[in-house]
């Protein structure tokens, strides 16, 4: 079974800043990885697919990469409403299974 | 618009079953999957599994074998999931997720189940 670590489990930051989330898979895996955003008492929304892409209507300041096993979700620069907790997934090519990462939560310095 | 409905909040006692309803509508039922993620209150997210709605084809995550079944009722763009032998610790947010082949792409607003004797 794949195991997503992500790292930091905190991040404090101010807006304007730069914001780099790290997702470390336990083996080797396919592009079948995301990144969701989940703010308090809401249901989390897709970010990223398939490593690199934006989903409909997030901004161009989201971006994510891969580099190996690692992953990384990458916010340019800091907006008020981009604090929130960060979650990286991945899924098995067949029959799916998904695996999440345990969560990164951004927070206002 | 996409939207998925689910159904309200439940309170069951241990030992009970629970079956949450998730409605689909505003696209094609039976081009996309689902998945349901359940989220403990504080925690994480926790995917349950995985169902076909063409197929009906299932896959559940190892924890949950034997305790859960999804169904997909495709003339009303309906799938359920039943969760058996309740326990305190199943006490959690269930979402259903629309399956983008990859990724999750709509969620439904979610249902509090909620296991306490």
């Known amino acids: 079974e794949i195991v997503l670590t992500q790292s930091p489990a905190t991040l404090s930051l101010s807006p304007g800043e730069r914001a780099t989330v790290s997702c470390r898979a336990s083996?080797?895996?396919?592009?079948?990885l995301a990144w969701y955003q989940q703010k308090p008492g809401q249901a989390p929304r897709l970010v990223i697919y398939?490593?690199?892409n934006r989903a409909a209507g997030i901004p161009a300041r989201f971006s994510g990469s891969k580099s190996g096993t690692d992953f990384t979700l990458t916010i340019s620069s800091l907006e008020p409403e981009d604090f929130a907790i960060y979650y990286c997934?991945?899924?098995?090519?067949?029959?799916?299974?998904?695996?999440f990462g345990q969560g990164t939560k951004l927070e206002i310095k | 618009q996409i939207q998925l409905v689910q159904s309200g909040v439940e309170v069951k006692k241990p030992g009970a079953s629970v079956k949450v309803s998730c409605k689909a509508s505003?696209?094609?039922?039976?081009?996309?999957?689902f998945s349901w993620v359940r989220q403990a209150p504080g925690q994480g997210l926790e995917w349950m599994g995985w169902?076909?709605?063409?197929?009906?084809?299932?896959n559940f995550a190892q924890s949950l074998q034997g305790r859960v079944t999804m169904t997909a009722d495709t003339a009303t763009s309906t799938v359920y999931m039943e969760l058996r032998r309740l326990k305190s610790d199943d006490t959690a947010v269930y979402y259903c997720?629309?399956?983008?082949?990859?990724?999750?792409?709509?969620w439904g607003q979610g249902t509090l189940v909620t296991v306490s004797s």
């Open positions: 997720v629309r399956d983008r082949e990859g990724s999750s792409d709509y």
């Open positions: 505003g696209y094609t039922f039976k081009f996309y999957g």
């Open positions: 169902i076909s709605t063409s197929s009906a084809d299932t």
């Open positions: 083996q080797s895996v396919n592009n079948y």
């Open positions: 398939d490593v690199s």
């Open positions: 997934q991945q899924r098995s090519n067949w029959p799916p299974a998904y695996t």
